[in-house]
């Protein structure tokens, strides 16, 4: 199960308690829109026409052992009624706001080693990498025979640190397709987020935020680089 939070809210009345032990494990962009049906296309499935074919076509590769995309009669190319329930474009997405939610962080309250993602051990991370599971599979007896799938909470992060400031770096600012994967950014390789500091070259006012840091020193680390860097500017 994920949680989605904005940033302002971790400083609320009993997040501490709620979210005491989690660790910071993935940090990800907010995509600007998101790809979605259109309105008439949802009020189409809805229609009885379009459930009476969408029963009938998924009896009919039910009984041939048939996948949709082997069938030229139900392709969405072809047949009218599935173009028309298909059709989808990108809409702006809400959870993106400049200079306020840019980033997803993501918090898991098993240990940092023992969190999994999928192609988390494939670099890029940032070309491979999904989010972190909310699921891990615990042995019954020990040897396999008998497994369960235990959920637990992910607790997700609404955030905004510049992505084009020479003084913020992230582990894709490492040269061309970053060496790192999940798995070495969380073993401590580099920062999730490095900020330089205002003089460079000593690294004065260096902050870095790392993987298995608790959400509240995240906050605080967010909060001390964006006033440094100072307010938001529309061509960050």
């Known amino acids: 199960m994920y949680t989605i939070v904005n940033f302002k809210d971790l400083g609320k009345v009993g997040s501490k308690k709620r979210w005491r032990g989690y660790k910071l494990c993935y940090i990800d962009g907010i995509p600007e829109t998101y790809y979605d049906f259109t309105p008439e296309a949802k009020a189409y499935r809805e229609t009885e026409e ?25 392709s969405i190319f072809t047949n009218p009624i599935l173009r028309r329930g298909a059709e989808c474009q990108d809409y ?30 494939d670099a890029p991370y940032d070309c491979n990498a999904g989010r972190p599971y909310d699921d891990e599979v615990i042995e019954v007896n020990g040897n396999h025979v008998a497994t369960k799938i235990e959920e637990y909470e992910i607790l997700q992060v609404m955030f905004y640190l510049p992505q084009d400031s020479w003084s913020v ?50 906050m605080d680390k967010v909060n001390r680089i964006n006033q440094e860097l100072g307010p938001f500017q529309p061509n960050d």
């Open 50 to 74: 379009w459930k009476c074919e969408d029963m009938r076509r998924e009896e009919k590769y039910r009984r041939e052992g048939r996948m949709s995309s082997d069938d030229p009669e139900f």
């Open 169 to 218: 770096k992230y582990p894709l600012d490492y040269g061309y397709n970053t060496p790192f994967c999940v798995r070495d950014i969380n073993g401590g390789a580099v920062a999730w987020v490095y900020y330089r500091g205002e003089t460079y070259k000593s690294c004065k006012g260096a902050i870095s935020i790392q993987a298995g840091c608790d959400p509240w020193e995240f």
């Open 92 to 121: 702006p997405n809400p959870q993106f706001i400049p200079g306020e939610q840019t980033l997803f962080a993501y918090f898991t309250p098993i240990p940092l080693g023992e969190q999994w993602g999928d192609d988390w051990d």
